[in-house]
């Protein structure tokens, strides 16, 4: 009780008071639900003191004793809706500050009435104090919001549409032809301060609905107080002229269903309406500017719906009277009936709504209505009705137009023969059953493409999500089946086309919207359909392919096949954006050589894919070289896709190799996968590979073990343990021998290395080669490049002869001549060396790499590690002075010290101050050629 007591004191002190531009009287009823009927409150009931009230139920509430019956508080049960459905709030106003003044110097308050009287008096004020809580509540709480644009010296106008929700404004435009497509689009305060422009460019979604549609994401909070105090305003910059309007709120807009262009050659304006089909009730809202004139009062207008539709011409007049004129729009509105022809026109967009003042019949302003401006997107993913079928999607997309036709886009993938295709309710009842025919004539080769032409009823119908598109095929009459979803268009949905996701399993298949924008950024948004999708959570990819040239085997892609992960999904929708892909992948995306991969692991598990066919990548995008040169020579690209154009990169690029669907760079090496035992490596561009050459073996009983290729006397650790090496950068279990891998010379016959089942060491040591008797160390050859030891050459007889008589050097026979030569490149990687462009460097010394044309960068210091090579930047600090020299030998710039320096530094910043113009004249002009080669 006590809880509403303190909120009846807050109504009593005016807190909850509001203002209405026009009210109905609504009666007080006081017929209540008795509470015991159901315990649990209904979604499309009140509750209310621990009573229960029916929609559009009104009551003043009771506190019971003392406070009894609040007779200066109206309460009214108010419709609201929340995910397609009606569900009940309760809103209370005060009206006790709305109550006329006595005229007597002491009034009496009566028994059940709010307003105090005078004496006497017997009229009850109470009676004359109307209340609309349904309408200050979408006036005060809602998110949709309308706008009238007209410019000083433009002959045409605009109407815009607002919807704000979740940080984010979508807009949509309805213009004159005359005016063109806009250029920019600015919002703007009540000071006519920029809040944000945006550059208009015509996409392939507006180019089919000649509608203007966007968002302006992440509003910022400031921003967003600025559109609900109604502070905000919008221009448009048009070939003949710049148009602008406020951005307010008014009546109708939550239930709008048909809108219209107000235009005439005095003014302009748009239509808010609103239809109940079932009994033809007809709500509009006008909103206009300029055939009347600001401070006139009770001006006679004249309202007029006409249609004309096989010879005949029908027309619904009413007449109204405006009470005032002020600085802002001026709003009339009326409720009429239409019978079943009027609400056909209606939906055809064959109804002219005709506004003109009484006494100026002159200043006219006609609209052609059509279903609502705002851009919509209804999409439906077909599936099986009964039995899930593999072999059996399909996916469909529809649109209104500026004209009032829906356009539809149907795909369908199944091995039956469709003979039908229809869109209907759903209902069993043959009265309420309304289908809409017709679809099936456009249908060919797995798509149907057209435009349907609805009455009022199927468009309010298709706005609340009760329609269902079904095909039929020779074997089922409901062999597919979807419900029609509605959504605003976004950013993703500016392609105009839809992807059809789908899987081995028909029974979870989905509808993806992808697209670009000027900056590069992927936009997309997926709705799958199935059972037990609330609890899932896929992994969704994003996966390009090369180009497939099978009739030229040389001309196969160095870059396979490579995928990006975009998010972790949750439930049935996925919506986000991806940053900084690639060029080629880009290049790919453009050429439809891409696809989304959808994944889901566990209880439900699924894969679902769909090819992305219809997107376009903006040109700023796309890399400069053609995508065949890119995919056989990618040295033109950085790690973000950004042009390099540096031939001795590209040349270097060029020495990849590509294995079994792989990538790997110069000197890499690994095990090979078409033949065992063999290891592999890349050597300047050509896939080198040769069987592994296995160390000898102390034991009589050597044995191999599944899976290896070498033989070894005991088996080797089976518990995961054991050592990366360096040098080959492959796995060796703990106790393995092994002849390391060392390219381009293969396996080093000179060395074996252990892995240490202690300490998980590799030990390497040289094979000790036996003295050189026969022979001078000058004299003495390998076999092989491969051998180990050398050798003396085989000697003729007659030269044994000779050399008898010269004296044979005696050697230590513990001492290995051949060590005292030399150590070979062969033998630096053998100790955990590196080779790092073409030099050897033993293991632990750095170096400053050389790079062509630069020559030695000072800049970088690399070192060689167990035979890894790791090369690092040298960080700067940052300096305050403004003026800088970079002396010749040195990485850090440093301020400058005398005058002489300064001169230098100025003259070095003057050159590069004039460079970076340069660039970027060349870059405009580069931009302005790819413009007019792409409008041409």
Same mark, same amino acid.
């Given at each position: 009780?006590?809880?509403?007591?303190?909120?009846?004191?807050?109504?009593?002190?005016?807190?909850?008071?509001?203002?209405?531009?026009?009210?109905?009287?609504?009666?007080?009823?006081?017929?209540?639900?008795?509470?015991?009927?159901?315990?649990?409150?209904?979604?499309? =009931?009140?509750?209310?003191?621990?009573?229960?009230?029916?929609? =559009?139920?009104?009551?003043?509430?009771?506190?019971?004793?003392?406070?009894? !019956?609040?007779?200066?508080?109206?309460?009214?049960? +108010?419709p609201?809706?929340?995910?397609?459905?009606?569900?009940?709030?309760?809103?209370?106003?005060?009206?006790?500050? /709305?109550?006329?003044?006595?005229?007597?110097?002491d009034?009496?308050?009566?028994?059940?009435?709010? %307003?105090?009287?005078?004496?006497?008096?017997?009229?009850?004020?109470?009676?004359?104090?109307?209340?609309?809580?349904?309408?200050?509540?979408?006036?005060?709480?809602?998110?949709?919001?309308?706008a +009238?644009?007209?410019?000083?010296?433009?002959?045409?106008?605009?109407?815009?549409?607002?919807?704000?929700?979740?940080?984010?404004?979508?807009?949509?435009?309805?213009?004159?032809?005359?005016?063109?497509?806009?250029?920019?689009?600015?919002f703007?305060?009540?000071?006519?301060?920029?809040?944000?422009?945006?550059?208009?460019?015509?996409?392939?979604?507006?180019?089919?609905? #000649?509608?203007?549609c966007?968002?302006?994401?992440?509003?910022?909070?400031?921003?967003?107080?600025?559109?609900?105090?109604e502070?905000?305003?919008?221009?448009?910059s048009?070939?003949?002229?710049?148009? &602008?309007?406020?951005?307010?709120?008014y009546?109708?807009?939550?239930?709008e269903?048909?809108?219209?262009l107000?235009?005439?050659?005095?003014?302009?304006?748009?239509?808010?309406?609103?239809?109940?089909?079932?009994?033809?009730?007809?709500?509009?809202?006008?909103?206009?500017?300029?055939?009347?004139?600001?401070?006139?009062?009770?001006?006679?207008? !004249?309202?007029?719906?006409?249609?004309?539709?096989?010879?005949?011409?029908?027309s619904?007049? /009413?007449?109204?009277?405006?009470?005032?004129?002020?600085?802002?729009?001026?709003?009339?509105?009326?409720?009429?009936?239409?019978?079943?022809? =009027?609400?056909?026109?209606l939906?055809?967009?064959?109804?002219?709504?005709?506004?003109?003042? $009484?006494?100026?019949?002159?200043?006219?302003?006609? *609209?052609?209505?059509?279903?609502?401006?705002?851009?919509?997107?209804?999409?439906?993913?077909?599936?099986? *009705?009964?039995?899930?079928?593999?072999?059996?999607?399909?996916?469909?997309?529809?649109?209104?137009?500026?004209?009032?036709?829906?356009?539809?886009?149907i795909?369908?993938?199944?091995?039956?023969?469709?003979?039908?295709?229809?869109?209907?309710?759903?209902?069993?009842?043959?009265?309420?059953?309304?289908?809409?025919?017709?679809?099936?004539?456009?249908y060919?080769?797995?798509?149907?493409?057209?435009?349907?032409?609805?009455?009022?009823?199927?468009?309010?119908?298709?706005?609340?999500?009760?329609?269902?598109?079904?095909?039929? $095929?020779?074997?089922?009459?409901?062999?597919?089946?979807?419900?029609?979803? $509605?959504?605003?268009?976004?950013?993703?949905?500016?392609?105009? #086309? @839809?992807?059809?996701?789908?899987?081995?399993?028909?029974?979870?298949?989905?509808?993806?919207? @992808?697209?670009l924008?000027?900056?590069?950024?992927?936009?997309?948004? !997926?709705?799958?359909?199935?059972?037990?999708?609330?609890?899932?959570?896929?992994?969704?990819?994003?996966?390009?392919?090369?180009?497939?040239?099978?009739?030229?085997?040389? @001309?196969?892609?160095?870059?396979?096949s490579?995928?990006?992960?975009?998010?972790?999904?949750?439930?049935?929708?996925?919506?986000?954006?991806?940053?900084?892909?690639?060029?080629?992948?880009?290049?790919?995306?453009?050429?439809?050589? @891409?696809?989304?991969?959808?994944?889901?692991?566990?209880?439900?598990?699924?894969?679902?894919?769909?090819?992305?066919?219809?997107i376009?990548?903006?040109?700023?995008?796309?890399?400069?070289?053609a995508?065949?040169?890119? /995919?056989?020579?990618?040295?033109?690209?950085?790690?973000l896709?950004?042009?390099?154009?540096?031939?001795?990169?590209?040349?270097?690029?060029?020495?990849?190799c590509?294995?079994?669907?792989?990538?790997y760079?110069?000197?890499?090496?690994?095990e *090979?996968?078409?033949?065992?035992?063999?290891?592999?490596?890349?050597?300047?561009?050509?896939?080198?590979?040769?069987?592994? +050459? %296995?160390?000898?073996?102390?034991?009589?009983?050597?044995?191999?073990?599944?899976?290896?290729?070498?033989?070894?006397?005991?088996?080797? &650790?089976?518990?995961?343990r054991? %050592?990366?090496?360096?040098?080959?950068?492959?796995?060796?279990?703990?106790?393995?021998?092994?002849?390391?891998?060392?390219?381009?010379?293969?396996?080093?016959?000179?060395?074996?290395?252990?892995?240490?089942?202690?300490?998980?060491?590799?030990?390497?040591y040289? /094979?000790?080669?036996?003295?050189?008797?026969?022979?001078?160390?000058?004299?003495?050859?390998?076999?092989?490049?491969? *051998?180990?030891?050398?050798?003396?050459?085989?000697?003729?007889?007659?030269?044994?002869?000779v050399?008898?008589?010269?004296?044979?050097?005696?050697?230590?026979p513990?001492?290995?001549?051949?060590?005292?030569?030399?150590r070979?490149?062969l033998?630096?990687?053998?100790?955990?060396?590196?080779?790092?462009?073409?030099?050897?460097?033993?293991?632990?010394?750095?170096?400053?790499?050389?790079?062509?044309?630069?020559?030695?960068?000072?800049?970088?210091? %690399?070192?060689?590690?167990?035979?890894? $090579?790791?090369?690092?930047?040298?960080?700067?600090?940052?300096?305050?002075?403004?003026?800088?020299?970079?002396?010749?030998?040195?990485?850090c710039?440093?301020?400058a010290?005398?005058? =002489?320096? #300064?001169?230098?530094?100025?003259?070095?910043?003057? !050159?590069?101050?004039?460079?970076?113009?340069?660039?970027?004249?060349?870059?405009?002009?580069?931009?302005?050629?790819?413009?007019?080669?792409?409008?041409?």
């Amino acid at each position: 009780m006590q809880p509403i007591i303190v909120l009846v004191l807050y109504f009593l002190t005016g807190a909850v008071s509001g203002f209405s531009r026009r009210r109905k009287e609504l009666p007080i009823s006081f017929i209540r639900i008795p509470s015991e009927q159901d315990g649990k409150p209904k979604a499309s =009931e009140c509750r209310f003191g621990g009573e229960s009230y029916e929609l =559009e139920q009104t009551w003043h509430p009771d506190l019971g004793p003392p406070f009894g !019956i609040m007779y200066c508080v109206h309460c009214e049960c +108010v419709p609201i809706h929340k995910k397609r459905r009606i569900v009940g709030r309760v809103r209370c106003k005060n009206i006790k500050t /709305e109550c006329p003044k006595p005229t007597c110097p002491d009034p009496v308050l009566l028994p059940g009435r709010c %307003c105090k009287v005078c004496p006497g008096q017997d009229d009850n004020p109470d009676l004359t104090i109307t209340v609309d809580l349904e309408r200050e509540e979408q006036e005060k709480n809602g998110r949709h919001y309308a706008a +009238v644009l007209t410019g000083p010296g433009v002959p045409r106008a605009a109407t815009g549409r607002f919807y704000f929700r979740k940080k984010t404004l979508q807009y949509s435009f309805l213009f004159g032809e005359e005016l063109g497509w806009p250029t920019s689009l600015t919002f703007l305060d009540n000071t006519n301060n920029i809040l944000e422009e945006f550059a208009l460019t015509k996409t392939a979604l507006q180019n089919r609905t #000649e509608k203007l549609c966007g968002a302006w994401a992440r509003l910022p909070r400031r921003y967003r107080r600025t559109l609900r105090s109604e502070d905000m305003a919008v221009s448009l910059s048009t070939d003949l002229g710049t148009i &602008s309007g406020k951005v307010m709120k008014y009546y109708g807009l939550s239930s709008e269903l048909f809108s219209g262009l107000l235009e005439g050659p005095s003014g302009a304006g748009t239509a808010i309406v609103s239809v109940s089909p079932g009994t033809g009730s007809i709500h509009v809202n006008i909103l206009f500017k300029g055939i009347v004139k600001e401070g006139e009062q009770n001006i006679h207008f !004249i309202i007029k719906f006409q249609m004309s539709h096989d010879g005949e011409t029908r027309s619904v007049e /009413e007449a109204v009277v405006l009470e005032s004129v002020g600085p802002d729009l001026s709003t009339i509105e009326i409720r009429t009936v239409f019978d079943s022809p =009027e609400l056909g026109a209606l939906g055809r967009g064959e109804l002219t709504l005709w506004l003109a003042p $009484t006494l100026n019949p002159s200043r006219i302003l006609t *609209a052609k209505l059509v279903p609502r401006l705002s851009c919509d997107i209804f999409d439906c993913v077909l599936q099986p *009705a009964e039995t899930p079928s593999g072999d059996a999607n399909g996916i469909a997309f529809l649109y209104f137009t500026r004209a009032g036709g829906l356009q539809y886009n149907i795909k369908v993938e199944t091995m039956d023969k469709v003979v039908d295709l229809n869109i209907d309710n759903g209902k069993k009842s043959k009265r309420l059953l309304t289908v809409i025919d017709g679809l099936m004539s456009t249908y060919a080769n797995g798509w149907a493409n057209g435009t349907a032409m609805l009455n009022a009823g199927q468009v309010d119908e298709l706005f609340k999500e009760n329609l269902y598109l079904n095909v039929a $095929t020779e074997n089922d009459a409901q062999a597919l089946r979807g419900r029609l979803v $509605t959504h605003l268009a976004g950013p993703s949905e500016s392609s105009g #086309e @839809a992807v059809m996701m789908k899987g081995e399993d028909s029974s979870i298949s989905g509808v993806a919207w @992808a697209s670009l924008d000027d900056t590069c950024r992927l936009h997309y948004n !997926i709705r799958l359909e199935g059972s037990e999708l609330d609890t899932s959570s896929p992994s969704l990819e994003l996966e390009d392919y090369p180009i497939q040239n099978l009739d030229n085997l040389k @001309a196969l892609p160095l870059f396979p096949s490579t995928k990006r992960h975009l998010q972790d999904c949750r439930g049935k929708k996925c919506s986000g954006h991806a940053d900084n892909i690639h060029k080629l992948m880009m290049a790919r995306l453009d050429s439809g050589d @891409a696809a989304f991969l959808m994944t889901n692991a566990g209880q439900n598990e699924f894969v679902l894919k769909g090819q992305m066919l219809g997107i376009s990548s903006p040109q700023a995008c796309l890399p400069r070289y053609a995508r065949n040169d890119l /995919e056989i020579m990618p040295g033109y690209l950085r790690d973000l896709g950004e042009e390099i154009g540096d031939e001795d990169l590209a040349e270097n690029m060029r020495q990849k190799c590509a294995y079994e669907g792989s990538f790997y760079e110069d000197g890499n090496r690994w095990e *090979a996968t078409h033949d065992k035992c063999k290891m592999c490596s890349c050597q300047r561009g050509k896939v080198d590979c040769e069987p592994i +050459v %296995c160390p000898p073996t102390n034991c009589s009983n050597p044995i191999i073990e599944e899976g290896e290729c070498c033989a070894t006397c005991n088996s080797p &650790s089976v518990d995961g343990r054991g %050592c990366n090496f360096g040098g080959d950068s492959l796995f060796h279990p703990a106790g393995s021998k092994w002849h390391p891998y060392i390219p381009p010379f293969g396996f080093s016959r000179c060395a074996v290395c252990t892995c240490k089942e202690s300490s998980l060491a590799v030990d390497c040591y040289r /094979e000790e080669c036996p003295p050189l008797t026969a022979c001078l160390h000058s004299e003495a050859i390998r076999p092989n490049p491969l *051998a180990c030891c050398k050798v003396c050459p085989k000697r003729e007889e007659k030269s044994n002869s000779v050399s008898k008589a010269h004296p044979v050097l005696t050697a230590d026979p513990h001492k290995l001549n051949d060590m005292a030569m030399a150590r070979t490149g062969l033998d630096i990687l053998a100790s955990g060396g590196c080779s790092w462009k073409g030099v050897y460097h033993e293991n632990g010394v750095t170096w400053h790499p050389t790079v062509m044309p630069w020559g030695e960068m000072k800049c970088v210091t %690399c070192g060689c590690k167990d035979g890894q $090579t790791q090369c690092k930047k040298k960080h700067c600090p940052k300096l305050t002075c403004s003026l800088k020299i970079r002396d010749q030998d040195q990485c850090c710039p440093r301020c400058a010290a005398n005058r =002489e320096e #300064e001169e230098r530094a100025q003259r070095t910043l003057l !050159i590069s101050n004039r460079e970076q113009r340069k660039l970027k004249r060349l870059k405009r002009l580069r931009n302005i050629r790819n413009q007019e080669r792409t409008s041409g």
